[in-house]
Nanobody, 120 residues
């Protein structure tokens, strides 16, 4: 399984970006029964949770992004999204897609990371 993330880039403060993440070689039933999410790592800092979405579509957010970011999943496309609005320079980081599939036990999968840069 590989997680293919995309959508990063450079924006000015107040702007928006949408990240996407899709696992390769995962059948639909496996994708449906998964918890997926986004983490981020700013320069010189640890990787931290941004948001997750469970198999029911229920989201969970870090306090720092509540009200600005929206995580969602489209099971028909086997893809999750992170809509990021009202971006600030503090959101600058490499964003990593994360997945846990019930069919694969406790293994945690990570994407390659996509960089988000927000300028003031």
């Amino acid at each position: 399984v590989q997680l293919q993330a995309s959508g990063g880039g450079s924006v000015q403060a107040g702007g928006s970006l949408r990240l996407s993440c899709a696992p390769s070689r995962v059948i639909l039933s496996t994708f449906r029964d998964s918890t997926m999410g986004w983490y981020r790592q700013a320069p010189g800092k640890e990787r931290v949770l941004v948001a997750t979405v469970d198999r029911s579509g229920f989201p969970n957010y870090a306090d720092s992004v509540k009200g600005r970011f929206t995580i969602s999943r489209d099971n028909t496309k086997k893809t999750i999204y992170l809509q990021m609005n009202s971006l600030t320079p503090e959101d600058t980081a490499v964003y990593y897609c994360n997945a846990r599939f019930a069919a694969y036990g406790t293994t945690v999968y990570w994407g390659q990371g996509t960089e988000v840069t927000v300028s003031s």
